[in-house]
C-alpha cells in the first residue's frame, strides 16, 4: 500500500479531524484561540503541560506564523489589552523580537514570540515559552512591568531589550547600538 503525501492543506485538514475527535474523547475545555495557538511541545511529554493543551494546534507555524485566520494577532491585541498596553506596541515588540516565530530561539537563548530569558519566563510563571498564549502573556506582564518601573514607552523598550539594570545604571536608554536601533526599530513601526 502506497501512502499518498497531503501538502500543507490536507495536513491542516487532517488536524482539524484528529482535534475534533480528541475533543469528544476529553471534552476538552479550550477557548478557540488557545487550540489554534498551543504550538507543538518544546520537548517530547511536554503538551500535557500547562499552558500547552494537548499539542495538537495548527494554526500558527513558522511557516505561517498568523494562522490562517490571523489568530496570533488577534490574541496578541487582546493580551495587550488585558494589560493595559497599546495593541501596536505589543505587535510591534513581537515582530521585532521574533517576527511572529513562535518556536524562535536567539544566539542568547530568548524564546518564543516575546523572547523571554529562562530566568525571566520563570519569574513570569511561564512553564512553556514556546507555548504562544503563555509566552504573548509573560511577555506583556513583563513590558507592562517595564512601563510601570520606567514611566515611558521609551525606556520600558530599552530595558525590555537589555535589562532594567543596564537603564538604572546608565539613567536612561543604555549606550548600545543594539539598544538603540531596537527602541528606534519599535518607536518607528508604531508611528506607520
Not at 530568548?110 to 519569574?123: C, F, I, Y
Request: zero cysteines; hydrophobic letters at 40%.
Amino acid at each position: 500500500m502506497r501512502i499518498r503525501p497531503l501538502g500543507p492543506e490536507g495536513v491542516i485538514a487532517r488536524m482539524r479531524e484528529i482535534e475534533a475527535r480528541m475533543e469528544r474523547i476529553f471534552s476538552l475545555d479550550l477557548s478557540k484561540a488557545e487550540r489554534r495557538v498551543a504550538g507543538p511541545p518544546a520537548t517530547p511529554g511536554a503538551a500535557l503541560g500547562a499552558g500547552a493543551g494537548i499539542g495538537i494546534a495548527y494554526g500558527a507555524s513558522p511557516l505561517d506564523p498568523f494562522g490562517s485566520d490571523g489568530t496570533l494577532p488577534m490574541l496578541a491585541d487582546q493580551i495587550a489589552e488585558e494589560n493595559g498596553l497599546d495593541a501596536g506596541l505589543f505587535r510591534a515588540l513581537i515582530r521585532a523580537e521574533s517576527g511572529w516565530n513562535p518556536n524562535a530561539v536567539s544566539p542568547k537563548g530568548a524564546m518564543g514570540l516575546t523572547q523571554l530569558m529562562p530566568d525571566t519566563a520563570r519569574a513570569l510563571g511561564v512553564n512553556n515559552p514556546f507555548d504562544p498564549v503563555e509566552n504573548l502573556r509573560g511577555g506583556a506582564r513583563y513590558l507592562r512591568q517595564m512601563l510601570d518601573q520606567f514611566g515611558s514607552v521609551e525606556l520600558a523598550l530599552a530595558a525590555y531589550n537589555a535589562g532594567p539594570g543596564a537603564v538604572r545604571r546608565y539613567g536612561g536608554i543604555p549606550p548600545f547600538p543594539e539598544t538603540k536601533n531596537y527602541v528606534a526599530k519599535i518607536l518607528g513601526e508604531m508611528s506607520r
